[in-house]
C-alpha cells in the first residue's frame, strides 16, 4: 500500500483492539479517537476557542449542509473550511451520502447517482461520485468519504446486494477524482447485517487506493447487539494497515465494543444533540436528564469525576435553572461536558489499551 497524504501506525494490540495513530497534514491523531462534529461547519453551541480547550485532534462536517448552503466555489474562494472555519487540526468530511438517505425528500437512483430534494428549501439536487468529491476538495477536508448507498435496515437481501454493488462503482469513480495533496480518501464498507456481502465489498475496496475504511451502514435501525456482533465478525477482517472508522457510532458502550472488535475512529451527533435535548453522560455509560426535579437543589457536578468546565464550577441545580429558563448557556455547558466525557473515555481506551488493562475497562460498561 502506498503511503499517502494519511497513514496509520499501529502502535500496539490487545485482543482485537488497536493503539494507534493516524498521521494528517494537520497533525497526528492518537487512537481509538472520537471525532465530535460540526455539522455546518462548527460544533453546535461552542466556539472554536471553546473547542479548541476540549483539544480534539480531528473534528466532522457535513458535505451535504455545506454543499447546500454554501456551495463548492464559495468554499474555494474562502480558501477552504479550514480557513473559513478558523481551524488548523484535521477534518473529516461525509460524502453526504448518508444525509442523502436519511434527510432529504424524493430520492431516486440513478446509474450515474442520486436525485433528491433538499431538506431545507425543496430544491432539486443531483449527487454523483464526482460532485461530492469536488465538493469535499473545495472543503479541503484532510479525510475525504466516498459517495456510498447507505440502505436503513432491516433491508432485503436484494437491497443490500444493489447497495453493494451501486457503492463499489461509485467508490472506484470516487477514487479517480483529483483531489487536493493534503487529502486521503476513505472506502465505505456496506452490507447491513449480511457478513458475506460485507466481505465482498471489502475485497472490492481494498484493490482501490484508498487510506483508510469506513464501515457503514451500521446504527441505521438494527440493535446495539447486532451492530456489535457484527463488528466483531468483520473489523478484524480489515488490512491491518488502514485506518478503521465506524462511522456514525454511538453511545459509550458502542465506543468500547467498537474499540473491542478493533475501529480506531468514531463520530457521533449523540454528545452534542443529546445536550440540547438536555441528557448529560455520566460515569461508564449512564444518563442523566437535567430537567429531573430531583436535580432541582442538587449541589453536585453534573458527574463528580469529571473536569470540564462545567463540572469544575457550576452545580447540576444551577445548570438544570438555565436550562429550565432557556438560556442558551445551559446547552453550552451541557455539550461542554459531553464532548469532555467522549473524549475523556478515549483517553481512559487508549491509556488501558497501552497498560493491557482495556478488558477490565470494557467489563464496567452497561448499555446506555
Ligand atoms: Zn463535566
Not at 241 to 252: N, S
Request: aromatic fraction near 8%.
Amino acid at each position: 500500500m502506498l503511503k499517502g497524504p494519511i497513514s496509520y501506525s499501529l502502535i500496539k494490540k490487545s485482543g482485537k483492539a488497536r493503539r494507534g495513530v493516524v498521521h494528517t497534514q494537520h497533525g497526528d491523531i492518537q487512537t481509538p479517537v472520537f471525532m465530535p462534529v460540526g455539522t455546518n461547519g462548527a460544533i453546535k453551541a461552542l466556539s472554536v476557542e471553546q473547542v479548541e480547550a476540549l483539544d480534539p485532534s480531528i473534528i466532522l462536517a457535513n458535505t451535504y449542509h455545506l454543499y447546500l448552503r454554501l456551495g463548492a466555489d464559495f468554499l474555494r474562494e474562502a480558501g477552504g473550511l479550514h480557513k473559513l472555519a478558523s481551524w488548523d487540526r484535521a477534518y473529516l468530511t461525509d460524502s453526504g451520502g448518508f444525509q442523502v438517505f436519511s434527510l432529504s425528500k424524493m430520492r431516486k437512483f440513478d446509474p450515474d447517482g442520486v436525485h433528491f430534494q433538499s431538506h431545507i428549501d425543496g430544491s432539486r439536487h443531483f449527487y454523483t461520485p464526482e460532485l461530492v468529491m469536488d465538493m469535499q476538495a473545495a472543503i479541503g477536508s484532510d479525510i475525504a468519504m466516498v459517495l456510498d448507498d447507505c440502505p436503513a435496515l432491516p433491508a432485503t437481501h436484494e437491497r443490500i446486494e444493489a447497495s453493494v454493488k451501486r457503492s463499489i462503482v461509485w467508490a472506484e469513480r470516487c477514487a479517480r477524482c483529483e483531489r487536493p495533496a493534503h487529502q486521503g480518501v476513505f472506502g465505505i464498507v456496506q452490507g447491513g447485517l449480511e457478513l458475506d456481502m460485507r466481505l465482498r465489498h471489502l475485497e472490492a475496496l481494498v484493490e482501490m487506493p484508498f487510506q483508510g475504511l469506513s464501515i457503514g451502514g451500521l446504527s441505521v435501525g438494527e440493535t446495539p447487539e447486532e451492530m456489535h456482533d457484527m463488528c466483531q465478525k468483520f473489523v478484524y477482517q480489515m488490512p491491518e494497515d488502514f485506518p478503521r472508522y465506524l462511522m456514525g457510532v454511538g453511545t459509550p458502550w458502542d465506543l468500547v465494543e467498537g474499540v473491542a472488535a478493533g475501529i480506531d475512529m468514531f463520530d457521533c451527533v449523540m454528545p452534542t444533540r443529546n445536550a440540547r435535548m438536555g441528557t448529560v453522560f455520566v460515569g461508564e455509560g449512564k444518563r442523566l436528564n437535567i430537567r429531573n426535579a430531583a436535580n432541582r437543589k442538587d449541589m453536585r457536578p453534573l458527574d463528580e469525576n469529571c473536569q470540564c468546565l462545567a463540572c469544575r464550577r457550576f452545580s447540576r441545580a444551577y445548570i438544570r435553572h438555565l436550562y429550565v429558563a432557556k438560556e442558551i448557556t445551559a446547552v453550552i455547558l451541557m455539550t461542554i461536558h459531553n464532548l469532555t466525557h467522549y473524549l475523556d473515555l478515549m483517553r481512559k481506551i487508549r491509556t488501558a489499551l497501552e497498560n493491557d488493562t482495556f478488558e477490565e475497562l470494557r467489563a464496567k460498561f452497561q448499555p446506555a
